[in-house]
């Protein structure tokens, strides 16, 4: 019932009471969306690693357009591998089948990560090189590439070089912040 809620109010839905109401209203603006605007959505469902398997089951549902003749709405599930795992059990069998597309992201390399990490930089606003080659390695050391690691280690980190007033962040860093995030 709640995401069928944040479904209609994402969608500029008004939300209905029962479940079977929001399920109709959410079908019929997916509809009237493929039909009259040539616009097909697309649902987000992140942290699909956690949704209850009658959530999965729903989502599924939704996808069912004139018997799988029509792909009215399209249905992007990010989540930990665990999704993967969870979809290849029997009962979800149906939802695995309409999956078109299978992606998962593997860690960085050693190389990639330094890149990641001036990307990142450069999100934040900022171009000077503030992680010494010797904790780049040692942040790929600590994490193995795993994206959401190496985010936590490297802020950590940097909070390390800022309160020793360092103008990079070293290998010295590197170690406190593990002591902080491990």
Known sequence: ?????SIAWEMGLGVERSRAALYRQIRNEVTRLSSETRTRPVL????????RSEVLEEMRLLTNYAMD???RLCLLFCGQTEL??????AVHEPL???IVVRYQLGP?????LGDYL??????AGTELPLFEPAAVEAIY???QGVPRRVNAVAHHTLIAAALAKAKAASIDHVQAALAEVT
């Open 84 to 89: 993967r795992r969870r979809l290849t059990m």
């Open 141 to 143: 050391q600590a994490t």
């Open 108 to 112: 960085l390399t050693g190389d990639e």
């Open 118 to 123: 001036r990307h990142l930089l450069r999100l």
């Open 96 to 98: 695995a089948q309409r």
């Open 44 to 51: 987000i469902l992140d942290e699909a690693h956690a949704l």
């Open 1 to 5: 019932m709640d995401l069928y809620k």
């Open 69 to 71: 003749s029509q792909n």
